[in-house]
């Protein structure tokens, strides 16, 4: 009797030092789940589509204060004129892919978009900007999405020739919508190359993806593409051919 008692209490002992191991384990992974992030949040800064993406949003923004400023628009105005241009293009183009829009799976885009507006707006009450002067952070910002728009189309599995023209469309759409805000024609409507330069540098950017260099250099030789057609189609005055008008 002795003896099977003392079973039954070595059995309990057991059973007990199991169900605390248990919850131990339990309340560890609880606390790990909830001190981390969610998966849609994290960015690997590695991948070149990351930092790219912060670098055009924040010229972008900049870009959308320099264009804002000769309209003499409040504050509130030109934030939300800044974060359509530095936001509308990638908005555009995750709406058409299906994509959970990336300002709102990563609000730090957010804060890069309204912090380089309000610094732009501190420089240019402090400095005299020159009006055209936003054109070359215009052009920065349409190659540097582009790029972007092209490596994320493929990496949600879009087709490489679709995939180049959701690049077009998130280095082209955050600039019509500042503009169209701002009640001025569209600078994609404008005559010299843009949507063109753009779309030159996604098809670029594609030939070497698929020829297997890495996605930094295929990313940056498409950019530059980019930005040397942009800015010699404004300083050369390079057009498309005309239609209509009369």
């Not at 077009?168 to 019509?176: A, C, M």
Request: charged content about 15%; overall charge positive; glycine content about 12%.
């Amino acid at each position: 009797m002795l003896h099977c008692s003392r079973a039954r209490g070595a059995r309990r002992a057991m059973h007990l030092i199991v169900a605390g191991r248990q919850a131990a384990t339990g309340v560890r992974q609880l606390m790990l789940v909830d001190s981390s992030p969610p998966a849609s949040a994290m960015l690997d800064f590695t991948r070149p589509h990351n930092w790219l993406a912060f670098s055009a949003v924040a010229v972008s923004a900049v870009t959308g204060v320099l264009q804002a400023e000769a309209k003499r628009i409040d504050l509130f105005g030109v934030i939300l004129i800044a974060l359509a241009a530095g936001l509308g293009g990638g908005t555009v183009r995750d709406v058409l892919m299906g994509r959970q829009v990336f300002w709102i799976a990563d609000q730090r885009y957010l804060f890069v978009a309204i912090g380089a507006a309000a610094l732009t707006v501190l420089a240019s009450h402090r400095w005299r900007v020159p009006r055209r002067l936003f054109l070359l952070p215009d052009a920065i910002g349409l190659a540097l999405f582009a790029v972007v728009g092209t490596g994320i189309a493929l990496d949600h599995g879009v087709p490489w020739f679709a995939a180049t023209f959701m690049g077009v469309i998130t280095g082209v759409f955050g600039g019509v919508l500042s503009d169209v805000l701002r009640n001025e024609v569209p600078l994609v409507f404008g005559g010299t190359l843009y949507a063109t330069a753009a779309w030159a540098g996604a098809l670029l950017y594609v030939w070497l993806h698929l020829r297997g260099m890495p996605a930094t250099h295929a990313g940056l030789w498409a950019a530059a593409l980019i930005l040397v057609l942009r800015l010699g189609a404004i300083r050369y005055k390079l057009t498309l051919p005309g239609f209509g008008g009369g």
